[in-house]
């Protein structure tokens, strides 16, 4: 079977898809948001720490300047004032202040003390006159700022204080709040799946028992499934539902009429067909009954021994036997029966078939030719119906043959079907009479000789059984009837 969505799957699948997709958007767009705010903050820290430690550092130097305190002291209260800002604060990766020439005055690792520095950053930061922010790269990789508060008054500059702040929290922030968005867009998505789920359910359904029903009446023509009448619903839906069961109630009423005017087509063929048959009949009757007559009329007029008096009553009593055995056949076949499928062999159906049409056979001389076949499997349909289709096209063949002619019966096995082919050497069909043979009512003969229906009913019963038949003819060459029937499956 080909894989497809339903429309509930579709429904679900695509409302899903838009959630996941609009929030993950609005997720992805509060977290971005969200983490410029952090840094912001973090930066707006770091200048703060960054410009009351470059004042603290400017008026420790003027004093050292005009020798309010001595460079020892000086260093002492550098040193203390870093360290102590360095617990306080585990943000702070470094505090470190600089010369004009960026030699180190104080830094919160001693082994940086007296170095000079050259690097951009430091190039940068003691060349701005205002506080300056630039981000780097942590040693470890995580992300960082460094910020740098010049210390100046006036045109006087003593150098530069750096900040080092280590912008961590802001990533350990955003990394909470992806999982806490995370967590709040499954819920969100998990919710809307079941409501989507539920009212999708109750959108759908009405729609999935429609297309199962239409399956029902498309796929194997079942009319009698079971669909409700009414509905509760207003909507489109509710309309639906009400045009598709009045849709079928019609369908079966005209299903119920083609039924009835088929039966009364396949009564007329065959009352016609019987009639077809009647001069043959009638000679089948008429040679036992004239036997019986002459011998009735022996035993009542002459006495007669025992003996021939035995072989007078044989004769009576097998004339009779054959005058009912033909009756019964002709009113077998004219009886109206419904259809009844069962295993049947195609061989003893044309035998019953050619066995009624014997007579008419013989009396127009038409000789019969049956190719036999090898294996020949049991086919489904009902024996009586097929048995008229048959004695249909053997008449037509027969009436379009005249006084003289053969008529080829072959059967062969192909792709589950079995397929009985009746040649005859008439005249052929006309090609545009042949496109119009199976259409009801159609006949070349002379008016109230045929009905037309002959082959129009063939083809509704071969249809019946799930079959084809097809009549092909070339120019006085004879026509060619094809009945294809499904074998019984095995
Ligand atoms: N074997 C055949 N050879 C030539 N023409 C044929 C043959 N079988 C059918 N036809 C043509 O098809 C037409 C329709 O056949 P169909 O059996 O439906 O009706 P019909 O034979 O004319 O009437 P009815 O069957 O009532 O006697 C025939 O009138 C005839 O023209
Ligand atoms: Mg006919």
């Avoid at 429309?7 to 609005?26: E, P, Y």
């Avoid at 800002?85 to 001693?110: Q, W």
Wanted: glycine content about 6%; hydrophobic content about 40%; some cysteine.
């Amino acid at each position: 079977m080909k894989f497809f969505l339903s429309v509930q799957s579709k429904f679900i699948l695509i409302s899903s898809l838009c959630i996941f997709i609009f929030a993950g958007l609005f997720g992805y767009l509060i977290i971005q948001r969200e983490k410029k705010l952090y840094t912001e903050d973090a930066i707006h820290q770091a200048k703060t720490i960054a410009e009351i430690s470059g004042v603290i550092f400017t008026n420790a130097l003027v004093y050292k300047e005009v020798g309010l305190v001595e460079n020892v002291g000086m260093t002492d209260y550098l040193d203390y004032y870093v360290s102590d800002m360095m617990l306080k604060d585990k943000r702070i990766i470094y505090l470190l202040i600089l010369d004009p020439d960026g030699k180190v005055l104080s830094h919160s690792n001693i082994r940086e003390y007296g170095k000079v520095y050259t690097d951009p950053v430091t190039k940068k930061a003691l060349k701005a006159t205002l506080i300056t922010v630039q981000r780097l790269k942590n040693t470890n990789g995580s992300d960082m700022v460094d910020v740098a508060a010049p210390l100046r008054i006036s045109t006087k500059n003593w150098g530069v204080c750096r900040v080092g702040f280590s912008l961590e929290d802001v990533n350990k922030g955003v990394k909470a709040l992806r999982n806490e968005m995370f967590i709040m867009t499954s819920l969100v998505l998990l919710g809307s799946l079941i409501v989507i789920g539920i009212t999708g359910k109750a959108f759908a359904t009405p729609l999935v028992n429609l297309a199962k029903a239409m399956d029902q009446i498309t796929e194997k023509g079942n009319l009698d499934i079971h669909y409700p009448e009414s509905t509760r619903r207003k909507d489109e839906i509710g309309r639906l539902q009400i045009s598709f069961s009045w849709m079928i109630k019609r369908l079966r009423e005209a299903n119920r009429e083609q039924k009835n005017t088929m039966e009364l087509m396949c009564q007329t063929e065959k009352m016609a067909t019987v009639g077809s048959l009647a001069a043959g009949v009638a000679h089948e009757i008429n040679n036992p009954l004239g036997g019986v007559v002459l011998c009735f009329k022996n035993f009542t007029e002459s006495d007669m021994d025992e003996a021939s008096r035995k072989m007078h009553i044989e004769v009576i009593n097998s004339g009779l036997l054959k005058i009912q055995t033909t009756v019964q056949g002709l009113l077998d076949f004219s009886r109206k029966t419904p259809i009844a499928i069962t295993p049947s062999s195609i061989n003893s159906i044309l035998d019953t078939s050619l066995k009624l049409a014997d007579s008419f056979l013989s009396k127009k001389n038409i000789t019969v030719v049956r190719k036999p076949c090898a294996v020949m499997p049991l086919v489904s349909v009902d024996p009586a119906k097929i048995e008229q289709v048959f004695l249909n096209i053997i008449i037509n063949a027969v009436h379009a043959m005249g006084d003289q002619g053969t008529l080829f019966f072959e059967m062969t096995n192909e792709n589950d079907m079995c397929h009985v082919s009746i040649t005859d050497t008439g005249p052929g069909i006309d090609p545009q009479v042949l496109q119009r043979i199976f259409d009801p009512f159609f006949t070349t003969k002379d008016p109230g000789k045929g009905t037309g229906l002959g082959l129009a009913v063939c083809r509704s019963i071969v249809a019946q059984h799930g079959g084809r038949i097809k009549a092909e003819s070339t120019k006085r060459r004879g026509a060619n009837f094809i009945i294809s029937l499904p074998l019984m499956e095995s």
